[in-house]
């Protein structure tokens, strides 16, 4: 039964897309000999959608177990998302898509970002959330990023 729960979480850990991601740097939070804890600054550029970047901040454990991966980061992060040029939302664009995850622990903890469309506000709406439950709520962030909106085909 243990080994089917590994190899689920396994599975899932594996399945999740990766973000093309740019590591913008970090700060010490917590100085240690062993490896200090940081604020980690992430960049993720939606790979479906054109000029679209999102800056993702996060708690990092440091000392040994977090240098070997083993530590589980807390679940305190925050999201920004911006358009870097004119954006358009693709017609083929799925109305909720996980579109990338960060490791917060081996294996068991990610923060795992969805891209939903608001087709009403013509907005691109992206949640980070921790996949670990913390007292009956999950943590999470959002930001939203405004579509151009499309030429009118009535108009000259």
Avoid: W
């Avoid at 917590?30 to 960049?43: C, H, P």
Wanted: glycine residues 6%.
């Amino acid at each position: 039964m243990k080994r089917l729960f590994v190899t689920t979480i396994l599975a899932a850990v594996l399945a999740t897309p990766a973000l093309a991601d740019q590591q913008i740097g970090s700060v010490v939070t917590n100085f240690r000999l062993t490896g200090s804890d940081t604020v980690v600054v992430q960049r993720f550029d939606d790979p479906k959608v054109a000029n679209v970047s999102c800056y993702a901040s996060f708690a990092h454990t440091g000392g040994i177990a977090g240098d070997i991966g083993v530590a589980t980061d807390p679940s305190q992060f925050a999201l920004n998302c911006i358009a870097t040029g004119p954006v358009t939302i693709p017609a083929d664009l799925p109305q909720k898509e996980e579109v990338g995850a960060i490791s917060a622990s081996f294996l068991f903890k990610h923060f795992v970002l969805t891209r939903l469309v608001d087709t009403d506000k013509n907005t691109l709406v992206y949640l980070l959330i921790s996949t670990k439950i913390l007292h009956g709520s999950p943590a999470n962030a959002v930001s939203a990023v405004a579509a151009t909106a499309a030429p009118d085909a009535s108009k000259p």
